[in-house]
C-alpha cells in the first residue's frame, strides 16, 4: 500500500505540492513501530498484557487515522479545489489511511496469537 502512494505522488506530483501530509506520516510512524513493537514482543515470549497495551495505542492511531481522512475529505469537498486535484488527493488519503488499518489488522492478529498460546 505505501508503493501505492509512492507511485500516486510520482505520477501527478503537481497535486501534491502545498500538501501538508506531516499528520498523516506521524499516524504511519507509530502505527508501523507499534507493529515493529508487538513483533519484537512476540519474539522474547510476549506477555499478554504487554502485547494489549501495545494494541490499545495501534488501535488509538488508527482512530485518529479515521477521523483525519474524514476531516481532510471535508476539507477536499469544500469546493475550494479543482475536480481532478480532489480526485488525486482522495485515493490518497484513503490509501494512507489503509495503511494504518493494515497494522491495526497486524496488531490484532498477534493479541489472537497471545491469546491462543497463553
Same mark, same amino acid.
Given at each position: 500500500t505505501i508503493?501505492?502512494?509512492?507511485e500516486r505522488i510520482l505520477l501527478a506530483p503537481h497535486f501534491?505540492?502545498?500538501?501538508?501530509?506531516?499528520r498523516q506520516i506521524d499516524?504511519?510512524?507509530? #502505527?508501523t513501530?507499534?507493529? =515493529?513493537?508487538m513483533i519484537r514482543e512476540l519474539r522474547a515470549g510476549a506477555k499478554l498484557e504487554r502485547i494489549r497495551t501495545?494494541?490499545?495505542?495501534?488501535?488509538?492511531?488508527?482512530?485518529?487515522?479515521?477521523?483525519l481522512v474524514l476531516e481532510l475529505l471535508?476539507?477536499?469537498y469544500s469546493g475550494s479545489i479543482q475536480? #481532478?486535484?480532489?480526485?488525486? =488527493?482522495?485515493?490518497?488519503?484513503e490509501l494512507l489511511e489503509k495503511v494504518t488499518d493494515r497494522c491495526r489488522d497486524a496488531g490484532n492478529v498477534m493479541i489472537?496469537?497471545?491469546?491462543?498460546?497463553?
Open positions: 508503493e501505492k502512494v509512492g501534491v505540492r502545498g500538501v501538508d501530509l506531516s499516524m504511519l510512524e507509530k #502505527a513501530e507499534a507493529v =515493529l513493537t501495545i494494541n490499545d495505542r495501534l488501535q488509538h492511531v488508527e482512530g485518529q487515522a479515521d477521523k471535508k476539507e477536499l475536480d #481532478a486535484r480532489i480526485v488525486f =488527493l482522495k485515493d490518497l488519503y489472537q496469537m497471545v491469546l491462543k498460546n497463553s
